[in-house]
C-alpha cells in the first residue's frame, strides 16, 4: 500500500439510502437499503465491501456516482479528495477522477473498437503509444486494438475494461462486482489486473460478495450486511478460525468458506421497510441479548478495527 496523504482519498461518513415508493391504496413508503454505512480509503488502498447478494453494495457505488434514480433519497456525508462530494461534483468528477469498472463486460460500446475505447479516455496527445504500453502490460496482443467487444474473449473484455481504468485520470477505480462467472484462472487474472491499479496509486472500492477474493487483494474489508457495516477490519484479520474478527457475522462469513469451517449460515439476512429497533444480525446471532433486540449499536473502535457490536 502506497503511503497515505494527510485525508482520505474516499470517505463515506453515516450514509443512508431509502426509496419512496406507493404501496396499497397509493400509501407513501419509504422502503430503506442502507443506513449507517461509513468507510475511509486512502490512495494505493483497496477496500472491500463484501455482502450477500442483494445486501445494497451496488447500490453504494450508485450513491458515489450519483446515479440514483429519482424516487431515491441519500442521506449522510460523502467526501472525495477532502472535499464534500455534492451533486454537483459528482457529475463533474464520474468517469473522470472517479472511474467505475461494472460488472458487466457488455458495458463497452459494441460499436467502437477496443484500442479506440481506451484511447478516448487518455487526455495526453500521445494516446496510441500510452495505449499500446498499456495493452503490453496487461498482456494484450496489438491486434487486439482493432477488435470490437463482440470479437474479446470474456478476459479480454475485462482486461480492456481495466485498460480504460489504468488510462483514465481518476484517483478512485470502484470496481463492483468484477468476477462473478469466472473460471478460477479468470477469476485470479482479474484480481492480479485490480492489485495493478491499486500499485499505480489510485484507491480501489472492490463491491464484491466473493470474501475470499476480497481477503486476498484488499488492505481493509467491510462486513456489509442488510445495509449496515458490521466491522471494518484489515484483511489481515481474516485467519485461523477468525479469533481475530470482531464481529460473529464476520466470523460466519470466513468460516463458511470451504478451506475453513465450511459452516452454512441459519437463514438469509432479512430486510425491513423500517429502521430495525435492535441489531440487524440479531435474529442470527448466537450471542443475542435482550440488549441486542432493544437497541441498535453503534460503530466503535475495537483493536484498531471498527465494529458494530455490543459483545465485541
Not at 42 to 57: D, Q, T
Not at 183 to 189: F, H, L, Q, V
Not at 208 to 227: E, M, N, P, R, W
Request: aromatic share 6%; glycine share 8%.
Amino acid at each position: 500500500m502506497i503511503g497515505q496523504a494527510q485525508h482520505p482519498l474516499m470517505e463515506v461518513r453515516q450514509l443512508s439510502l431509502h426509496f419512496h415508493q406507493y404501496g396499497k391504496g397509493l400509501q407513501e413508503m419509504k422502503a430503506e437499503t442502507i443506513t449507517n454505512f461509513d468507510m475511509t480509503l486512502h490512495r494505493g488502498e483497496i477496500v472491500a465491501v463484501v455482502g450477500a447478494s442483494g445486501s445494497g453494495k451496488s447500490l453504494l457505488a450508485n450513491s458515489i456516482l450519483g446515479i440514483l434514480p429519482k424516487n431515491a433519497e441519500l442521506g449522510g456525508k460523502l467526501y472525495f479528495d477532502g472535499e464534500e462530494l455534492t451533486i454537483e461534483k459528482q457529475i463533474q468528477l464520474r468517469g473522470k477522477e472517479i472511474f467505475l469498472i461494472p460488472q458487466s463486460v457488455n458495458a463497452l460500446d459494441p460499436l467502437m473498437k477496443a484500442g479506440k475505447q481506451v484511447e478516448v479516455v487518455i487526455k495526453s496527445k500521445d494516446r496510441k503509444n500510452i495505449r499500446r504500453n498499456i495493452f503490453k502490460n496487461l498482456g494484450l496482443s496489438p491486434e487486439t486494438a482493432d477488435l470490437y467487444p463482440f470479437e474479446l474473449s470474456g478476459g479480454m473484455a475485462r482486461r480492456v475494461l481495466i485498460a480504460m481504468a489504468i488510462a483514465s485520470e481518476a484517483k478512485l477505480i470502484i470496481a463492483d462486482e468484477p468476477t462473478p462467472g469466472l473460471d478460477s484462472e479468470a477469476r485470479n487474472e482479474t484480481l492480479t489486473l485490480i492489485k495493478h491499479l491499486s500499485d499505480s496509486g489510485k484507491g480501489v472500492l472492490f463491491i464484491t460478495h466473493d470474501l475470499d477474493a476480497a481477503h486476498s487483494i484488499a488492505d481493509k474489508v467491510a462486513v456489509f450486511y442488510a445495509g449496515q457495516t458490521l466491522e471494518v477490519a484489515d484483511a489481515k484479520d481474516f485467519s485461523g478460525k477468525g479469533e481475530s474478527l470482531r464481529h460473529p457475522y464476520s466470523r460466519a462469513l470466513w468460516n463458511a468458506l470451504p478451506q475453513n469451517e465450511f459452516l452454512p449460515a441459519s437463514e438469509v439476512q432479512r430486510f425491513s421497510r423500517q429502521s430495525p429497533t435492535g441489531c440487524v444480525y440479531g435474529s442470527r446471532c448466537p450471542l443475542s441479548t435482550e440488549l441486542c433486540e432493544q437497541q441498535q449499536p453503534h460503530a466503535r473502535t475495537v483493536d484498531g478495527g471498527s465494529v458494530r457490536c455490543f459483545h465485541a
